[in-house]
């Protein structure tokens, strides 16, 4: 059967389906590599293993198995009988194809191998792939079939080791099946090789990262190839299913974390070294692996035992898992479980394969896998047969890494209360270690990677045009006091081509007027401004400056111990000059103050432009040589540290630290924690990578990178852009130190793209009067700037009076502007108006759903939860199946039969009994003259449960007393006690006020009607609004009764940042909100739906009051299921 495989050509076994055998059978992979194995002393390294998949040395493995008695079959016949092939292939690559997926039955479970021969690949792939080789591997160190020695420390090392599975501990999935199975662990993985092994050693550290390069872009090209060429049906499942470059586990084109299994055992890239188990059955339910080497974990005597003889349980010879794991410290299962989804085996019944002359199976397989951790497939090593769960990651961050954090913020506070000269609050220390070196959380941001395209990347921020440039590569230049950072400051705006909306909210954003920065921007704040500046220079001028106030301070002793002395009352005279000489002091203060000031804000934003600026070129260069040839940039260990980043990046490893003396820049001493990289991208964006490159670079400087600094940067850049002056406005310092508030109206700015603050500002600026220079704001900002200039060169001289007669000589002759329309300024508010419009897209998104879930053609999560349970979830009522079926002519809430005693009964029954259960929307169901006529139509369904026709779940929490008993109950009140002729006499006078119609449902000593609560009355006194007999409540009849329900619409609000939280009160439950707050704030949410919403919209919402308070209910319902994030 084997020959009739093997007589096909090359081309005609590209598309024949390959069943294969236990691993052994076939030796897989072609090609292993690791990078920083702990086997090699020195950090450039890269280990390579390559396996002879050829016919000879299949059979010098299988007599390497015979050898260690290990049951095996030696020829292609006794390997049929058990079903099973051995594929002589000199290379190629080989997938696996799964049918059909999910069932419990193996047999019906089936997958197929399609194997691509090695003849069918492009001569320049397989030059390229063996060029890489060739340069990777070296006879430098070699490892051999020996058994593994110690070293004086106790690591195993060479040779290869095979582990115990544990007897009892795991069972076949078919019995009577052989299955050979691979592990690895930690330690005995360090030089544990196959027959063909080779290590070579890399002094170069370039030279490293070219190979390693060269070598993954050949690989994946192999394995892109492979794909292409298989089967159609195969590649559309390929294509459908992979995600192409994340691998997972280390394996180009590898679906395995999408719950498939279509592996490139041909070419495959791991960066982890195996430990070789073979296991087998020794009886039914048992099984056992075993070890060639005496005194090894799982060794077995088997001197008097033939090679084909069952496998003995040896008891208590062997080793246990436990103490194996702990000799490996404890890394065994982890990586074991890793390892064993990646080694196929297989099975037959009974019988072996059969192809026909066309190449096609007469019968399908039944291959099962060891895909880890689904619940369809099972992992037969460990449990019973059961997966193990897949291992927990770290936490990203750990206590100590927050508290860090934490610090930081604390003293870029205190520094900039210092600048502003306040005294800094007292805060208390936090008692704990901060680790060493300048290392940090991984995942830094500073919103590089979506920026759109190189705004930096002109001119001005070269290193010919940048003034912080110094003539030494590498090092920062000085910061000139009160001097401009860089020559050209405005970035190139055409290259902005989305910023993101102000609210990120589905409502237009608010115009750029509304920033409060700009806001107070005005002549009258400008204007005091001046008069102070004018009032210090004055003083200055007028002023004989003391050094030391002598007399003052004699003049108050001497009150205190002599005060009607003659020297006293001389030293007192004397005071009252230097007091005008204070004044003199509080002026020079001022001005200092000022410029203190300008050069904190202009210092932050010279940094950040070199960093986006200059270094952003020189990455760019980095990544595209050709463009600069000479080069003419400074700095080459940037574009070295990008070389390297940049492969880095397309490669996946482990976790690893960057360090800046690796890459010429020692003397910096920085350590940065590059994440671990789970996937191949070979065509990674220029963007990530200069993103990347850039956080390195900042975090090696300090840059402020968890504080607003970056955003206060780009603001700062739009207000030079527009007139210098600004910055020795009080309210631009104000707006630099409160940047997210005063600027943006949002909390945490620095997730926020910095084009967004420069954009933002620069066309706000760009529209004001301070971009006319021959404007007042403008003349008078220009004397400002002449003053404080003339103060710092130290000419200050008495123009004051010249400068006063220049301004707007009254109010009436200043240019009036219009005063800005009543809009939130207030930074609660502005989170306010942002959860309102998250409130308004979460409506907006549920609206197709009003027609019907099938006539959407891509649903949403969201959607689809909703669609799944609309009486439970779905914000609009009216369109509710329940209420649906309810309103209809003849049903419950019959606009005719209303206001009557039945009408009433049928109210009660539908919220009390039937609402959102499958009889309440069964069209059969209409309106009830009794409870014998209700008893009638439930006779209908037999076999029905008491919740077919009741559901005790309707209102979320099960109410046990919720059941078709209250059907007499409800009848008993509204005939028998009375309250059915109050309920017509409320209805013939006229249309029943919506919160009379609320008290009447609910209240009484106990409740008038049983299970007629709070939220049960006001909803049926909602239901009655739409069949005409109660009036439509306004907005704030509406807030507050949901006040005194206190349940989910007021929950709601507290979700939105509207209302303060409530406090929890001493039974279950929250104490009651303030019921002006509750009502305030529901009334400004429905008019903020009642101007976003189009007439069309409202029609189709049935928008009213009622409808808000419904939405904000089932609003909470999606978020704690959730499938919507606020």
């Known amino acids: 059967m084997a020959s009739s495989l093997n007589s096909h050509s090359a081309l005609e076994r590209e598309k024949i389906p390959i069943p294969l055998g236990p691993n052994r059978d076939k030796m897989c992979p072609d090609l292993y590599w690791a990078i920083d194995h702990p086997a090699v002393p020195i950090p450039n390294r890269v280990l390579i293993m390559e396996s002879d998949l050829s016919a000879q040395n299949m059979e010098a493995v299988f007599q390497w198995e015979e050898n260690q008695t290990i049951p095996n079959f030696a020829t292609d016949e006794q390997l049929a009988e058990e079903g099973r092939f051995h594929v002589p292939w000199e290379g190629g690559v080989l997938h696996f194809f799964a049918r059909h997926r999910g069932s419990l039955n193996a047999y019906d479970d089936s997958l197929q191998g399609w194997f691509t021969p090695h003849e069918v690949f492009p001569a320049h792939l397989k030059a390229n792939l063996h060029a890489a080789i060739e340069q990777a591997m070296g006879p430098e160190e070699h490892v051999t079939l020996n058994a593994p020695k110690r070293n004086n420390d106790g690591t195993l090392f060479g040779g290869i080791a095979l582990e115990r599975g544990g007897e009892g501990r795991s069972k076949p999935v078919k019995p009577g099946t052989r299955c050979y199975t691979m592990a690895n662990s930690h330690e005995t993985a360090r030089q544990t090789w196959g027959p063909t092994v080779n290590a070579k050693v890399y002094e170069s550290f370039d030279n490293f990262n070219k190979m390693t390069h060269d070598l993954i872009v050949a690989a994946a090209e192999m394995g892109k190839f492979a794909n292409e060429q298989a089967p159609p049906e195969v590649y559309e499942f390929l294509r459908l299913e992979q995600t192409w470059w994340d691998s997972g586990s280390g394996t180009p084109w590898d679906s395995r974390g999408q719950k498939c299994l279509p592996l490139s055992y041909g070419l495959r890239i791991d960066s982890d070294r195996f430990l070789s188990s073979f296991s087998f059955e020794v009886e039914p339910g048992v099984r056992e692996s075993v070890a060639p080497w005496e005194d090894g974990p799982g060794f077995r005597r088997t001197a008097n035992t033939s090679p084909n003889a069952p496998a003995l349980n040896n008891g208590s010879d062997l080793i246990s898992q436990d103490v194996l794991r702990s000799n490996l410290k404890r890394r065994y299962r982890l990586h ?373 600094s970056h955003t206060q940067a780009w603001f700062i850049e739009a207000c030079r852009s527009c007139n210098p002056a600004l910055l020795f406005l009080d309210c631009t310092w104000s707006a630099f130190c409160h940047v997210d508030v005063e600027v943006f109206g949002r909390r945490r700015t620095s997730k926020l793209p910095p084009s967004e603050a420069y954009t933002r500002v620069y066309n706000a600026l760009g529209n004001s009067k301070l971009a006319d220079p ?17 103060f710092q060169v130290g000419a200050t001289q008495q123009q004051a009076a010249a400068l006063v007669h220049n301004a707007p000589a009254s109010q009436e002759e200043r240019h009036h502007t219009p005063d800005p329309p009543p809009l939130l300024t207030l930074a609660e508010d502005l989170v306010q108006l942002q959860m309102m419009n998250r409130f308004l897209t979460y409506l907006l998104q549920l609206e197709p759903l009003i027609d019907g879930f099938s006539n959407i053609s891509d649903p949403s999560l969201l959607q689809s939860t909703v669609a799944q349970n609309l009486d439970f979830l779905l914000p609009f009522r009216e369109h509710g199946p329940s209420r649906t079926q309810a309103r209809g002519p003849g049903c419950a809430f019959d606009p005719l039969r209303a206001t009557t005693k039945t009408g009433l009964f049928n109210g009660l029954l539908f919220r009390g009994v039937t609402f959102s259960s499958p009889f309440g929307r069964e ?194 319902r999606v978020v704690k299921l959730k499938v919507y994030v606020l």
């Not at 007042?776 to 003053?787: G, K, V």
């Not at 349940?1047 to 406090?1063: D, F, H, S, W």
């Open 336 to 708: 074991y479980n890793k390892l064993a989804r990646h080694i196929p085996y297989a099975f037959m019944k009974g019988k072996a394969y059969e192809i026909d002359e066309a190449g096609n199976l007469l019968e399908d397989t039944a291959l099962v896998t060891q895909d880890l951790g689904y619940d369809a497939l099972g992992n037969p090593i460990e449990r019973g047969g059961r997966p193990w769960p897949k291992p927990k990651g770290p936490k990203t961050h750990s206590i100590a890494a927050r508290k860090e954090k934490a610090d930081r913020k604390a003293k870029a506070a205190r520094t900039l209360e210092l600048a502003a000269g306040k005294a800094p609050l007292r805060r208390s220390k936090r008692k704990m270690k901060t680790p060493g070196g300048n290392s940090g959380p991984v995942n830094i941001s500073l919103n590089h990677k979506h920026e759109p395209g190189a705004i930096w990347a002109t001119p001005a921020y070269s290193a010919l045009g940048n003034a912080l440039s110094s003539s030494e590569p590498g090092q920062l230049g000085a910061v000139p006091f009160n001097a401009s950072a860089v020559s050209d400051p405005t970035p190139m705006l055409e290259d902005v081509d989305d910023p993101m909306e102000f609210l990120n909210a589905t409502v237009e954003p608010e115009p750029s007027h509304n920033i409060k920065f700009i806001q107070q921007l005005s002549l009258e704040v400008i204007m005091t401004d001046f008069s102070t500046v004018v009032d210090a220079s004055q003083c200055l001028a007028e002023s004989n400056f003391l050094k030391r106030s002598v007399h003052l301070e004699l003049a108050i002793a001497g009150m205190v111990n002599d005060p009607i002395s003659v020297e006293t009352c001389l030293h007192i005279s004397h005071a009252w000059t230097e007091i005008r000489d204070l004044h003199a002091l509080n002026a020079e203060t001022l001005f200092t103050l000022k410029l203190e000031r300008q050069s904190i804000m202009q210092t932050t934003c010279a940094f950040w432009t070199w960093l986006d600026g200059l270094c952003g070129n020189i990455i760019e260069h980095a990544l595209t040589p050709s463009l600069v040839d000479p080069p003419i940039l400074p700095m080459d260990w940037i574009s070295r540290l990008t070389r390297h980043v940049h492969m880095l990046l397309q490669t996946r490893g482990p976790p690893r630290e960057l360090l800046s003396q690796d890459f010429g820049a020692g003397t910096l001493n920085g350590t940065y924690a590059f994440p671990s990289r789970r996937g191949y991208d070979i065509q990674v964006s220029p963007e990530e990578v200069k993103g990347q490159v850039i956080n390195v670079l900042a975090y090696w400087l300090n840059f402020p990178m968890d504080s607003d």
């Open 774 to 790: 021959r404007s007042q704001e403008s003349l008078l900002l220009a004397q400002i700037e002449q003053i404080i200039s003339e």
């Open 923 to 1116: 069209p059969t169901t209409l309106f009830f003259d009794s409870p014998s006529a209700f008893t009638t139509a439930c006779a209908k369904y037999p076999d029905a449960a008491s919740e077919f026709f009741c559901n005790p779940y309707a209102y979320s929490r099960r109410k046990s007393k919720r059941s078709i008993s209250l059907v007499g109950e409800y009848w008993e009140a509204v005939m028998e006690r009375g309250h059915g002729e109050a309920w017509e006499t409320m209805a013939k006078e006229a249309a029943i006020s919506f919160t009379d119609c609320y008290k009447f449902l609910s209240k009484g000593h106990p409740n008038r009607f049983k299970e007629i609560g709070s939220l049960a009355g006001f909803l049926l006194a909602a239901d009655f609004v739409y069949a005409g007999v109660v009036a439509a409540p306004t907005a704030q009849e509406v807030g507050t009764i949901i006040r005194e329900i206190n349940k989910g619409a007021v929950n709601g609000l507290e979700l939105l940042r509207l209302i303060a939280p409530r406090t929890q009160g001493a039974q279950r439950g929250y104490r009651m909100a303030n019921m002006e707050e509750v009502r305030a704030k529901f009334v400004r949410l429905y008019d903020f739906l009642d101007q976003k919403l189009t007439d069309a919209q409202k029609v189709r919402m049935v928008f009213d009051a009622i409808m808000v308070e419904n939405g904000l209910c089932k609003m909470t």
